[in-house]
């Protein structure tokens, strides 16, 4: 009625009237239950007034003009938002942070204010407690695309928070900006052609392709590539020779150091033990240092320990080469080897 499609609606004397009776005979020609019911209906029956004539047209132009409000007050938000995030300059991350918080807030009031104001209308226009649900679900149904677009007005929210974050002078942040840092230089192309790709799929899978919807889309894509090109700007000043292996070779060397020194401790026990040389004891099973009248070591046995501590440095170098002892640990055993009574 409101879009002027007359397929059952008439408008005669000033009046409009909904006939019912030609929405039963195409009910009954699809269920097959006869295409001659209709015409046993008297003239007057089934013919229900909805209006004057004159409050069809208030209706239509109120119909036209909330249409007409839904795209320039949608597109005047991110206009504004566009601007205020544009004239932030240095900071502009925190712009882009409300932003989002904005467009989330907008979003959870409208979908608050109308599971609010369903059961206000339901209970003022219904009176019939018999009735209310059908009433209920009147309203869910009338009012489900306000839930979608408030939906995605708070996914659209959480994007601006991401982008906030991601332009934040935060340690996570930065490190975030390393890694994407060799995309954006090296393969900016793909990024942009996987935004498109991106906008494209939501727009043909959203509830609507109106104009509405397509131009708000649009400047959602121009905004989302306007932030891809000044985040590429501020890593290429922040990392302007990054690489993958650079990246992702700290990490990895990150990772491998992690590993040795949990195993560090474990392989310096391990090593120191295999270093000690061990007790000599005569056949008795006592050892020389419990016996106070052993005879001291002859030339020949010291020429022996000599070698032995000469070995065992140099297995401790290799040990130390290999990365298995830090530099710290190489000196501390050092130190106890050459320290070591000779008599």
Do not use: C
Request: a negative charge; zero cysteines; hydrophobic letters at 45%.
């Amino acid at each position: 009625m409101l879009e002027n499609k007359k397929e059952a609606i008439e408008t005669e004397g000033g009046d409009v009237k909904l006939n019912l009776g030609s929405l039963l005979t195409n009910l009954a020609e699809q269920v097959g239950i006869g295409e001659d019911l209709a015409e046993k209906l008297p003239p007057d029956a089934a013919q229900v007034e909805i209006l004057k004539s004159d409050q069809l047209k208030t209706a239509q132009d109120i119909a036209i003009a909330i249409k007409g409000l839904a795209l320039v007050l949608s597109l005047l938000t991110f206009v504004v938002f566009g601007a205020a995030i544009y004239l932030a300059r240095s900071e502009r991350w925190v712009t882009v942070l409300l932003s989002g918080i904005g467009l989330i807030a907008a979003g959870f009031a409208v979908i608050v204010v109308r599971h609010i104001a369903g059961g206000i209308v339901v209970d003022q226009l219904v009176k019939t407690e018999s009735v209310k649900p059908a009433g209920e679900a009147a309203w869910s149904i009338g009012t489900s695309l306000m839930t979608s677009i408030a939906t995605t007005v708070i996914i659209v929210g959480i994007l601006f928070l991401v982008a906030g974050w991601l332009a934040s002078p935060t340690n996570g942040a930065r490190t975030t900006r390393r890694y994407l840092a060799p995309a954006l230089r090296l393969h900016s192309t793909y990024v942009y052609a996987g935004l498109a790709i991106v906008v494209s799929f939501y727009f043909l899978s959203g509830p609507t392709q109106g104009l509405r919807a397509f131009l708000t889309t649009l400047i959602v894509a121009a905004m989302a590539a306007f932030g891809i090109h000044e985040l590429r700007k501020m890593t290429e000043e922040e990392y302007p020779d990054a690489t993958y292996d650079d990246v992702f070779g700290d990490t990895k060397d990150k990772v491998v150091t992690a590993v040795k020194d949990a195993n560090i401790p474990e392989k310096v026990g391990e090593q120191a033990s295999k270093l000690r040389l061990p007790e000599m004891r005569r056949p008795g099973g006592e050892s020389d240092a419990d016996d106070p009248g052993a005879e001291a070591p002859t030339k020949a046995m010291a020429v022996s320990d000599d070698d032995a501590r000469l070995e065992r440095l140099e297995r401790l170098g290799s040990l130390r080469d290999k990365g298995i002892l830090t530099d710290e640990e190489f000196a501390a055993e050092k130190a106890r080897l050459l320290g070591g009574d000779r008599t």
